[in-house]
């Protein structure tokens, strides 16, 4: 396989959990990534009744490994230029670089590719001006 040019994206749950649409987080990163999938040390049920009620299709999930496990097979499985670890914490930023992987802050991450973050759609949706109608006497 020829990994020229292409990456492979790996998201923590905790950092898909911050995004105000997950769905279309993974469904943009998809533009420009070759394989986009979870890495959880979560139990395998609750990754996925996280992305079944987001409507995510994941290439590769960590299932019953734990977060390092998971980074080193899939950084096997997926050969392509670059290995990216969307995370949250200094914890995740330290696995990544254990394991080979570039780390990303998910606050960082959704600057970049201009993502919103649940707690800025929570602040958009708390706006009074918003709840305020024209028409009413």
Known sequence: MNGSGEMTLAFELSALERLAEPGAVFDDARRWSKYVG?????????????????????????GPKGKGESLESVREQFETDRHVFVGTSDEDRDLAEDHEWEFLDVTEAAEAAEWQLAEEAEEADDDPEEDQRDDWP
């Open 38 to 62: 979870v890495v959880s040390d979560k139990p395998t049920y609750v990754v996925t009744n996280f992305t079944r009620k987001n409507r995510i299709r994941q290439d590769f999930f960590s």
